[in-house]
């Protein structure tokens, strides 16, 4: 039922630690929720790690900003689209362009856009509107079209305590002294864990925005496999060839550092490149060794 979570991850923003917000949800009452950190997805796979061990069924997504605006929450419906979220956040940040007002063509993926947005543009199947609590009274005058598109808006940032720090981090991020931090640049001092029942009376004049967001969470089954590995576990494609690789490419560069004669050098290369083999770590050096050459392929092209 909550849609927008935020951790410290949400740098200069969140209070909150990953175990700080598994507590606040299992003392609300919650069952449910997705973390939505800004600009980044860094605390996702563990904050579903402890969620899993308390019970609770998590999700993952990001909240799109640039800089204090709020462009749209953005919720993976499985781990295709955790993936498409974290691909367009990186060719933002490789492109250095900023985030667009719409989202991107997303397939497995919804979006919540805030209320402001509201009749700015055609809403596609996968995006929505988001009613935040102070909004309710305004929703409550949209047509039943409309309120079919929304869905319960209530961002978990900080705990009352905490609001202060909250604002001293907004402060830092904008280079301000508190005093001149403008409305838009802080947080409403409601983003805080409020008991699932009364968030539910704050809601019980809008039943649609309530099924709204239980629908949306029902499409969601994200089920992250931490079991597998998923490196790969050859460079080649086999363990014999893998060796046969690392080989060469060692005694090429021997023989440029030391020659052909060193019988002591050869000897300790031999046991090395053994040690190795044992330990099933040829795949590892030639993938470490293929990302080098890629990242030295890189630059010298800029």
Same mark, same amino acid.
């Given at each position: 039922?909550?849609?927008?979570?935020?951790?410290?991850?949400?740098?200069?923003?969140?209070?909150?630690?990953?175990?700080?917000?598994?507590?606040?949800?299992?003392?609300?009452?919650?069952?449910?929720?997705?973390?939505?950190?800004?600009?980044?997805?860094?605390?996702?796979?563990?904050?579903?790690?402890?969620?899993?061990?308390?019970?609770?069924?998590?999700?993952?997504?990001? @909240?799109?900003?640039?800089?204090? @605006?709020?462009?749209?929450?953005?919720?993976?419906?499985? @781990?295709?689209?955790?993936?498409?979220?974290?691909?367009?956040?990186?060719?933002?940040?490789?492109?250095?362009?900023?985030?667009?007002?719409?989202?991107?063509?997303?397939?497995?993926?919804?979006?919540?856009?805030?209320?402001?947005?509201?009749?700015?543009?055609?809403?596609?199947?996968?995006?929505?509107?988001?009613?935040?609590?102070?909004?309710?009274?305004?929703?409550?005058?949209?047509?039943?079209?409309?309120?079919?598109?929304?869905?319960?808006?209530?961002?978990?940032?900080?705990?009352?305590?905490?609001?202060?720090?909250?604002?001293?981090?907004?402060?830092?991020?904008?280079? =301000?002294?508190?005093?001149? =931090?403008?409305?838009?640049?802080?947080?409403?001092?409601?983003?805080?864990?409020?008991?699932?029942?009364?968030?539910?009376?704050?809601?019980?004049?809008?039943?649609?925005?309530?099924?709204?967001?239980?629908?949306?969470?029902?499409?969601?089954?994200? #089920?992250? #496999?931490?079991?597998?590995?998923?490196?790969?576990?050859?460079?080649?494609?086999?363990?014999?060839?893998?060796?046969?690789?690392?080989?060469?490419?060692?005694?090429?560069?021997?023989?440029?550092?030391?020659?052909?004669?060193?019988?002591?050098?050869?000897?300790?290369?031999?046991?090395?490149?053994?040690?190795?083999?044992? =330990?099933?770590?040829?795949?590892?050096?030639?993938?470490?060794?293929?990302?080098?050459?890629?990242?030295?392929?890189?630059?010298?092209?800029?």
């Amino acid at each position: 039922m909550l849609l927008n979570l935020h951790s410290y991850y949400s740098l200069r923003y969140g209070t909150l630690s990953l175990s700080d917000l598994i507590s606040g949800m299992l003392i609300g009452g919650y069952d449910t929720g997705v973390l939505t950190d800004i600009n980044n997805s860094s605390g996702s796979l563990d904050f579903i790690k402890l969620g899993r061990e308390a019970g609770l069924n998590i999700l993952a997504g990001m @909240e799109f900003r640039n800089g204090d @605006e709020l462009c749209f929450v953005a919720i993976a419906k499985n @781990e295709v689209g955790f993936r498409e979220i974290n691909e367009y956040r990186t060719k933002l940040n490789m492109e250095e362009r900023p985030v667009q007002d719409r989202s991107p063509g997303f397939q497995h993926v919804f979006v919540i856009y805030p209320f402001t947005k509201i009749g700015t543009f055609q809403l596609r199947d996968f995006e929505y509107i988001g009613i935040r609590p102070g909004e309710r009274t305004k929703a409550q005058l949209l047509g039943h079209k409309l309120l079919d598109r929304c869905v319960i808006m209530a961002p978990v940032s900080f705990r009352k305590a905490d609001y202060t720090l909250h604002r001293q981090l907004r402060a830092i991020d904008n280079n =301000l002294l508190i005093s001149q =931090l403008d409305v838009h640049q802080v947080a409403s001092e409601d983003e805080m864990f409020v008991p699932k029942a009364k968030l539910m009376r704050f809601y019980s004049d809008l039943p649609q925005v309530l099924a709204n967001t239980n629908r949306l969470l029902g499409q969601c089954p994200f #089920d992250f #496999d931490f079991g597998s590995v998923k490196n790969k576990a050859t460079f080649t494609g086999n363990r014999y060839n893998d060796k046969q690789l690392l080989h060469k490419y060692c005694m090429d560069g021997f023989q440029r550092r030391y020659g052909k004669n060193d019988r002591i050098a050869t000897e300790r290369i031999q046991r090395e490149l053994e040690i190795i083999e044992n =330990l099933r770590f040829s795949s590892y050096f030639l993938i470490t060794d293929d990302i080098c050459r890629y990242a030295r392929g890189r630059n010298s092209h800029s």
